[in-house]
């Protein structure tokens, strides 16, 4: 009988089947979790959490009513798309510098709950608690275990960075929101490709071109493309992760014709799966964007909407694109121009700015919200209360110790989990290193989060171990004998244990300066842990 390879998390990226064998190898018939209802009553679980922090006091603490910190673009903004034809002019600025989507959510919270706090939060929120529930099923999946998608969960709800971007008016949280939920598209879809090849293995169809098979039609990856043009359609940078995602996919499906013997792989891909891929993940993107545009197209105040004609000539070697789209394009450069200036060479500094070289731990947090007059209820004369955005330490400070077991895995052992997840984490880090004169924030790192606790939690996985010896045997029902509990895992679940504790206490510790409580002046500089948080 040919002995059956297990490939579940360890060789996506490895070599194929070698055809001077008499029978290739094939990977175990493993396709996703199998747990359905615990999976499902875990996750609800968890969610429900990640619900109750995120809207719990979600309307405090507001400027005397008034938006807090880069609220104030984005709240009224928000309102004016809402009671202004959908779109916005912010006429403080004279320019809107980011796409129409995230606005549009803030204008759903403000149409239900109006101008207020509990109005322009309220997007953010549900957008904050739906990232838990997609990295709990997203780490679930990729792991196959139930147990390793709650602890992501638990990590993502105590992290201070997603906790404070789901309780503002602010963009990041619905990128992050659009490409974690591409991410778990594309993952899905792996699965689905595999299953698919080994239906065709198993029909003795494999060898029929060498080619290999061709796939169908794939909606988790056609899903995928329209989430990143959501992305997109909220902040540029979600073009780093339209790349990134496109070159995901097509390893995956090099990966999977090579697992399932097809002669020809990489030609095999290029000839079936580039296409689609690209339609899927860069065009069907680029006609989400320009859709999400609808209502400024339709507008006689959307800013540059009549550009054609007055800023630029009606004829020249575009002359025959729509005057809608030529002025879209105007536009689209007015903003460009605004970015690109925006930079620290030509004087512009915020006291609070950051550098991408410290995301990745969370050196230099921001201060969102300080109060120091009129507050009371810490029990002493002198309260103060502030909101900073800092990642909780305990996950943050170990970025660069599970970015080092993250690339070891990928490279040594080849695991597809980490590569995936590291695909991810680099589209919203790495391009940020090409701007280094640019103003930079730390909430620009928002997207970074559900990676970096994805590959947290599948390193703890690790850590925990398999939850039976190899070896054991199965009985004739295929279940486990009973056996002697498996003292390596008992010993990781213990010291997993303990940092989830450590995690969730420090959580705890930070809640006051997340959240605006009052505290003592004293209280307030102990929780300024670094120089480079005051």
């Known amino acids: 009988m040919t002995q059956v390879t297990d490939q579940r998390a360890t060789a996506p990226f490895g070599a194929g089947p070698s055809w001077s064998s008499p029978s290739a190898l094939r990977p175990s018939p493993d396709f996703g979790p199998t747990d359905t209802l615990r999976g499902w009553l875990v996750t609800a679980f968890l969610t429900a959490i990640a619900a109750v922090t995120r809207f719990t006091m979600l309307n405090y603490p507001t400027d005397a009513g008034t938006p807090v910190f880069d609220e104030k673009h984005y709240a009224p903004q928000g309102w004016q798309v ?14 809107v510098v980011h796409p129409p989507i995230g606005k549009q959510l803030i204008a759903v919270g403000e149409f239900l709950f109006g101008y207020n706090g509990w109005g322009w939060r309220f997007a953010s929120a549900m957008a904050g608690t739906i990232v838990v529930l997609l990295v709990i099923r997203i780490v679930r999946r990729m792991a196959r275990s139930t147990l390793v998608g709650a602890i992501a969960g638990i990590l993502l709800i105590a992290d201070g960075l997603t906790f404070v971007s789901s309780r503002v008016g602010m963009l990041d949280i619905f990128l992050a929101l659009f490409v974690t939920s591409a991410f778990g598209c594309l993952i899905v879809d792996r699965d689905q490709v595999r299953a698919r090849m080994a239906l065709v293995d198993a029909e003795g169809r494999i060898g029929a071109s060498p080619f290999g098979p061709r796939l169908g039609v794939r909606w988790w990856r056609f899903g995928a493309g329209v989430l990143l043009g959501l992305a997109c359609g909220t902040k540029w940078s979600g073009l780093y992760f339209a790349i990134a995602f496109l070159l995901l996919t097509v390893a995956f499906d090099i990966s999977a014709r090579r697992t399932y013997g097809v ?91 950051s550098k991408p070289w410290t995301w990745p731990m969370g050196l230099r947090p921001m201060l969102y919200y300080y109060a120091d007059s009129g507050v009371t209820g810490c029990g002493q004369t002198q309260c103060v209360k502030a909101v900073m955005l800092i990642g909780t330490p305990a996950i943050w400070w170990l970025a660069f110790p599970v970015l080092g077991w993250m690339l070891w895995r990928t490279v040594v052992r080849r695991d597809w989990r980490y590569a995936a997840v590291l695909v991810g984490y680099g589209a919203g880090l790495l391009p940020w290193f090409l701007t280094l004169d640019r103003q930079m924030y730390y909430f620009y790192a928002v997207p970074l989060a559900p990676f970096l606790v994805m590959g947290m939690a599948l390193v703890l996985g690790d850590v925990l171990g398999p939850a039976r010896q190899p070896g054991i045997p199965r009985s004739p029902a295929g279940t486990y004998l009973p056996v002697a509990p498996n003292e390596r895992y008992s010993l990781g679940l213990v010291a997993v244990s303990l940092y989830l504790g450590l995690v969730i206490a420090n959580f705890i510790w930070l809640w006051p300066i997340l959240t605006a409580l009052p505290i003592t002046t004293g209280n307030w500089h102990d929780h300024l842990w670094l120089p480079s948080w005051r």
């Open 263 to 353: 002669r020809r792989p990489w030609v095999g891909t290029g000839l079936r799966d580039l296409g689609p891929s690209l339609y899927a993940l860069i065009v069907i993107p680029i006609g989400l964007y320009l859709a999400c545009y609808w209502a400024w197209y339709s507008s006689e105040t959307g800013i540059d909407r009549y550009a054609v004609g007055n800023q630029v000539g009606t004829g020249g070697f575009f002359g025959f694109l729509p005057d809608a789209l030529r002025s879209l394009w105007f536009y689209h450069g007015e903003v460009l121009k605004f970015h690109e200036g925006l930079t620290n060479s030509a004087g512009n500094h915020h006291p609070w700015e």
């Open 82 to 95: 809402l009671t202004g034809g959908w779109i916005e002019d912010n006429p403080g600025y004279g320019l």
